[in-house]
């Protein structure tokens, strides 16, 4: 699933490109064919994320697109491509191309000089103030947001037994933070990703947020991932840069088995709620606070199967 940086990047391409002017609306697949008629010719006036929503302002009408697990974005400019961390196609300078239709193309908004194709996203929808309202709603702070307020999350985090990968996973508490941003800032807080959110600290948190509003912003400016320091990157140590589809230097996201670029432990995995957690044990060792927590679980849970027993075999008798 794309991560918050890719969504603030389509809604630059979007306004840059489109905003302020009348732009062309359709839908070659036809879901969304009617709702496309209703703001096709109408000018875009503004585009703005909260986390991976994405909202699209025509005067009261208002396009909501979340690219989900499949959801992908297409510009095509005459004067070349702008790259938005996904698929772009090249077109000679001054040829306006045939402007074919590559894929189910739920929405395409064009003018003269560009056209943008959006496909596979989980949502793509006409909505009016008070639908964006209730999305935000259920939304915590955006880290790339300027009005964002990191006491919401605090709030949320705080007072939570879950882990804090979980609660980083966890769009009411951290809009826009995906499986990359998660696994890398828990690294570079040196943080247990098991640590229950009751028992971090409120430094670590305003630590942990503040790098997540730097990685994240560089995401946006670059288009890639990089969240290797200065003193650990391939020109420092000498060692081979990493080669993977997503580019950017990475600490442990998608390097499990391979030895941490700063001790040499080999990486773990783990699957976390449905999705794939990576970490350095010898980097982020388990602290105390997390495995205080984790053996009343397991005390807990002991009880519970000794109760459980004892009632079944009542039940026997």
Not at 205 to 224: H, S
Not at 256 to 278: E, I, S, W, Y
Not at 305 to 314: L, Y
């Amino acid at each position: 699933m794309p991560e918050g940086h890719v969504t603030h990047r389509m809604a630059s391409a979007y306004e840059r490109t489109f905003g302020g002017r009348p732009a062309r609306s359709s839908s070659p697949q036809g879901r969304f064919a009617e709702e496309a008629a209703i703001i096709d010719g109408r000018v875009l006036d503004s585009a703005e994320c909260f986390g991976k929503h994405l909202f699209c302002h025509f005067g009261h009408d208002i396009v909501h697109i979340h690219l989900g697990m499949a959801g992908k974005t297409r510009l095509n400019r005459a004067d070349g491509g702008e790259d938005l961390g996904e698929e772009v196609v090249q077109l000679a300078p001054g040829d306006p191309g045939e402007r074919p239709v590559l894929g189910a193309v739920r929405w395409r908004i064009e003018n003269d000089e560009a056209w943008l194709d959006l496909t596979g996203p989980a949502i793509c929808e006409l909505t009016d103030a008070e639908g964006q309202a209730a999305v935000l709603e259920r939304l915590g702070p955006d880290p790339l947001r300027a009005d964002a307020d990191p006491e919401r999350a605090w709030q949320r985090l705080h007072r939570s037994k879950l882990p804090i990968a979980a609660l980083l996973m966890d769009q009411s508490v951290f809009a826009g933070v995906g499986n990359i941003f998660r696994a890398e800032a828990l690294y570079r807080a040196g943080l247990d990703p098991m640590l229950p959110g009751v028992a971090l600290k409120r430094v670590e948190f305003e630590q942990l947020w503040d790098d997540l509003c730097d990685l994240m912003a560089y995401a946006v400016d670059t288009g890639r991932i990089d969240t290797v320091r200065p003193e650990d990157d391939p020109a420092a140590t000498g060692r081979a840069a990493r080669v993977d589809r997503h580019g950017g230097e990475v600490y442990v996201y998608r390097r499990d088995g391979q030895p941490c670029h700063v001790c040499g432990t080999t990486v773990k995995t783990t699957t976390l709620a449905t999705r794939n957690l990576f970490w350095c044990p010898t980097c982020q060792p388990l602290s105390r606070r997390a495995a205080a927590v984790a053996a009343r679980r397991k005390q807990t849970e002991a009880r519970r199967k000794q109760t459980e027993a004892r009632r079944k075999q009542g039940v026997e008798r």
